[in-house]
C-alpha cells in the first residue's frame, strides 16, 4: 500500500490532528528526499518510539547559495514514496515551494555563531535557510519527537539550539550515521560521484578513524590531530580539502586540546560534489571510557 501524501499545509495538519485525537505520539523525519538507508533508519526510529510518523519531502532553496546544486539535486519521489511505504511512514509531506515560501514571505531564522563555522563558513546563509524550513516543518507538523542524522552534525547542533532558545515542546533525537560497507557515509550526493571519485571518496572516514586512533594513542594537540587528517585528505588523489576542524561538541567553538568531548569534522569536494562526514572524540583515557 502507499503512503499517503499530503501537498498542502492544510492537509498535513489535518492528517496529525486525526493522530493526536487518537492519543498517538507523532515522530517527524525531515528530508529533501532522494532517500536511502540512512533515511530509513530515520524513519524506522520513529515508527520504533512513536505511534504516527511523518515524513516531509521538500528541496529546500533557501539553503543552496546561488552556485551551489538546487537545480540538479535529485528529485526521485515515486522511489521515495515507495522506501516510506516499505519502512511504515504513516504519511509524506511533499509541498511545493510557494506553499511552503509565498511570496510575501519576508522572515528567517537564525543560529547566530553556529551557523557561521564549519559548513557555514563555506556555504554563507546556508543555515540561516536550514533554520527557518526546519522551524517552518516543526511549527506546520508540531511533532512530538523530530529524529535527525548525526552525519550533519553541525545541523543538529543548530537545531537543538534553536529548539532550546524558541521553547519548542518536542524531543530531538539523534541516530547514527549509516555507512556503505567500505566505511563512506550514505548522502544522497554520493550518486555524483564517478566510480575513481566514488574509490577515493573513502578518505574523509579514513581521515576520522585516523583521528580517533590519535586521540586512543594519548594526542590531545588540537593541531596536531587536524594535521593528520588534513594531510590524510589531501593525499587522496582528486581530493579538494574543504575544511578538516575540531571543535567543541557542543558549542563548535575552537579548542587547542582536546580537555571535554570534541567533534571531528571534514568536508571534502571530489569535483563539484561536496562530501561531509564527523565523529565525536572523547578526551578519556584509553581504557577509561
Do not use: W
Amino acid at each position: 500500500m502507499s503512503t499517503p501524501v499530503c501537498t498542502t499545509i492544510a492537509e498535513i495538519r489535518d492528517a496529525v490532528a486525526g493522530a493526536k485525537r487518537a492519543r498517538q505520539r507523532v515522530g517527524f523525519v525531515p528530508t529533501m528526499g532522494a532517500l536511502h538507508a540512512g533515511h530509513a533508519s530515520l524513519i524506522r526510529a520513529s515508527r520504533t518510539e512513536c505511534d504516527f510518523t511523518v515524513v516531509s519531502i521538500f528541496v529546500n532553496p533557501t539553503q543552496f547559495g546561488p552556485n551551489e546544486d538546487f537545480s540538479r539535486y535529485p528529485r526521485t519521489f515515486d522511489a521515495d514514496r515507495e522506501l516510506c511505504a516499505a519502512v511504515g511512514a504513516n504519511v509524506i509531506f511533499a509541498p511545493t515551494r510557494e506553499e511552503m515560501y509565498p511570496p510575501e514571505a519576508r522572515t528567517f531564522v537564525e543560529v547566530t555563531g553556529l551557523q557561521d563555522v564549519l559548513c557555514g563558513k563555506s556555504r554563507p546563509g546556508h543555515f540561516r535557510g536550514v533554520a527557518t524550513i526546519v522551524m517552518k516543518l516543526f511549527q506546520i507538523v508540531q511533532p512530538d519527537v523530530a529524529f535527525f542524522g548525526q552525519k550533519d552534525a553541525q545541523q543538529v547542533a543548530i537545531i537543538r539550539r534553536m529548539m532550546i532558545d524558541m521553547n519548542l515542546p518536542m524531543t530531538l533525537r539523534v541516530v547514527p550515521t549509516v555507512r556503505e560497507s567500505d566505511g563512506l557515509a550514505m548522502s544522497s550526493r554520493n550518486r555524483y560521484l564517478d566510480p575513481t571519485q566514488r574509490q577515493n571518496a573513502t578518505c574523509l572516514v579514513r581521515a576520522l578513524r585516523r583521528a580517533e586512533s590519535l586521540v586512543a594513542s594519548g594526542e590531545r594537540s588540537v593541531a596536531a590531530i587536524e594535521q593528520a587528517m588534513a594531510d590524510l585528505i589531501t593525499s587522496t588523489p582528486g581530493a579538494r580539502l574543504d575544511y578538516a576542524e575540531v571543535r567543541d561538541a557542543e558549542t563548535l567553538d575552537s579548542i587547542t586540546a582536546l580537555a571535554r568531548p570534541a567533534l571531528a569534522a571534514v568536508a571534502v569536494y571530489f569535483g563539484t560534489t561536496r562530501l561531509i562526514d564527523n565523529t565525536h572524540l572523547s578526551p578519556a583515557a584509553p581504557g577509561r571510557e
